[in-house]
């Protein structure tokens, strides 16, 4: 929904705006330009912009899931 949306880019402090329509009621979004990792915890795990390569994210990614462990339960 709209109102979960708000509450995700709230959350991961993300800007987001859709911009005027046209005349066929299409609109560009406007958005923070930013890739977020998030373990299979839920938690956030690294963010990635532009400055990044391919490569890097990649390597990046790979090293999140080498090196994840699971919180303990309780």
Do not use: I, K, N
């Not at 995700?8 to 800007?15: C, K, M, P, S, T």
């Amino acid at each position: 929904t709209p109102e979960q949306v708000r509450a995700a880019a709230g959350a991961f402090r993300v800007y987001v705006s859709a911009g005027p329509r046209d005349a066929d009621g299409d609109y560009v979004v406007d958005h923070s330009v930013l890739t977020f990792l998030v373990g299979p915890d839920g938690l956030f795990r690294d963010c990635y912009g532009r400055s990044r390569t391919a490569e890097e994210l990649a390597s990046s990614v790979r090293g999140h899931m080498q090196s994840y462990e699971p919180l303990p339960a309780g």
